[in-house]
């Protein structure tokens, strides 16, 4: 089940939260996504849900089932985009959408993380693992680490209580004003807007040999400057 929930991927669109499940039997797909909501209840409280099923075929009672334990934790579902035509059949029979608007870039909020209204950062309350992506129009929170093979992208700031060894984008809508923050600073790829540094730069080597605890990325004097962590570093 951990794994599944791991590969789950959550986007925020211009009308709600767009959740992509990965390949697999509807059972478990559905019971990962169930217990994410559950583990995550202040984040998904009141979301509207438009779920990329991809291939799978799904009937009217399965469909209707989701939509009702969905209700039960105040969550709607609205959409669900599919490659099976049977599954786009029987939603558009229920009333829900099969397609959903993808808003340009410039139409997201761009958000300063010294000044983060409630609500606008996105909790991973797990480890992400090789091969998930996670994006979101706000900041993230990772509480745990975030392996090599996985990718953050942010248009806020990045915050990561654990290693970072993956790749890591924040402020990807052109933010110049955010921070990566990590217990553990490796990763294999930072950007931060329009400014990066992968692991095969001398200049990033150096960066990252600052120091052996929490260290803040932050763009300075227009380049990505590496520091120690400090809670006046502007993250919060």
Known sequence: MDEIIS???????????????????????SSALLTQID???AFFRGARLALDVGSQVLRVNEMVDL????????VSL??????????????????LATRVSKPRP???PSLDARNIPEGTALFVQKTVRSGTRIEYPGSIVVLGDVNPGAEII?????????????AVHAGAAGNREVSISALGLAPMRLEIADRTLERSESEFESEFEFSD????ALIR???????AWQSSSGTG
């Open 7 to 29: 590969t789950i991927r959550i986007k925020g669109i211009r009308d709600g939260l767009l959740v992509s499940l990965p390949a697999g039997e509807w059972e478990q797909q």
């Open 39 to 41: 583990d995550q209840q």
């Open 67 to 74: 939509r009702d334990r969905l209700s039960e934790r105040n």
């Open 78 to 95: 609205w959409a669900v985009i599919s490659e099976s035509a049977t599954t786009e059949q029987t939603a558009q029979l229920l009333g």
């Open 106 to 108: 410039e139409e997201l």
């Open 154 to 166: 942010a248009e806020g700031s990045i915050i990561v209580w654990g290693h970072l060894r993956g």
């Open 213 to 216: 605890g929490p260290q803040t």
């Open 221 to 227: 004097d227009e380049r990505i400057l590496v520091e």
